[in-house]
């Protein structure tokens, strides 16, 4: 199994960007995909994740209103389109596949990971 990210990038605050993962190999993702990021210093957090027929998705409270993720299923792939980024919002993101289809938000309930992709806002 495989999960390529990629879409991370330098922008400003205020900017946008569209992570994409695709998922490869002999892979699972009936119960959907997530995203995660860590900060230097900082515990790896949920940020969002999604049912893989897409009907039911999940946020972090700081990605509410500003962050999208979807799904792609032909493709495999899961995207998280990101809006009124900030600084705070510096980090490697992480995209994961899920193991189980309940905690979305730990990270127990993902049995595969992404390399990560940076993101880095600046003020």
């Known amino acids: 199994v495989q999960l390529q990210a990629s879409g991370g990038g330098l922008v400003q605050a205020g900017g946008s960007l569209r992570l994409s993962c695709e998922a490869s190999g002999r892979v699972d993702l009936r119960y959907g995909m997530g995203w995660f990021r860590q900060a230097p210093g900082k515990e790896r957090e949920f940020v969002a994740a999604i049912s893989w027929s897409g009907s039911s998705t999940y946020y972090a409270d700081s990605a509410k209103g500003r962050f999208a993720i979807s799904t792609e299923s032909a493709r ?19 995209c994961a596949v899920a193991v189980f289809g309940s905690n979305w938000k730990v990270r127990t309930s993902y049995g595969y990971w992404g390399q990560g992709t940076q993101v880095t806002v600046s003020s």
Do not use: I, K, R
């Open 76 to 94: 495999n792939t899961v995207y998280l389109q990101m809006n009124s980024l900030n600084p705070e919002d510096t980090a490697v993101y992480y």
